[in-house]
């Protein structure tokens, strides 16, 4: 996915942790998917510790833009995330938030979106060049 962005920054050694953080955590959350499926658990039995996780992934967060009493701004992190899910193939992951009512699948527009984010440089490595949008 990320080698689709064009004018991004390359791979480096944080990234690639993240990344593999990320594909743990989803390696993980497939097992509860599996575990469902197999009928030796329910969502009910699960709800509880992984809603907020999911609904995180799906939705994201607001934060406070800094310096301004003005509006919350969407962190899009979460964008990242659905186009990860989908690209990669985490269907586990996808179905057990399907199950816990979160919706993580690929809107139309991600791809372009994030494109037109790097090319403002939202999502550069080093946060003294970021430019304003």
């Known amino acids: 996915m990320w ?10 050694r944080i990234m690639v942790a993240i990344r593999d953080l990320f594909d743990e955590f989803f390696e993980g959350l497939s097992v509860f998917d599996i575990m469902i499926e197999a009928e030796l658990i329910e969502v009910g039995d699960i709800r ?13 967060h607001i934060r406070e833009k800094s310096g301004s009493s ?11 995330l659905r186009v990860y899910i989908a690209k990669y193939n985490n269907d586990r992951v996808a179905n057990l938030c399907r ?10 527009t991600d791809i372009e979106i994030i494109q037109n984010e ?7 490595n080093d946060p003294t060049t970021k430019q304003s949008p």
């Open 118 to 124: 790097v090319d403002q440089g939202v999502w550069r």
């Open 3 to 12: 080698h689709e962005i064009r004018h991004r920054d390359p791979y480096n």
């Open 48 to 60: 509880p510790y992984l809603s907020y996780w999911l609904n995180m992934m799906a939705v994201g």
């Open 70 to 80: 003005r509006a919350p701004e969407e962190y899009d992190w979460h964008r990242i």
């Open 99 to 108: 199950r816990l009512s979160c919706d993580v699948a690929m809107r139309e």
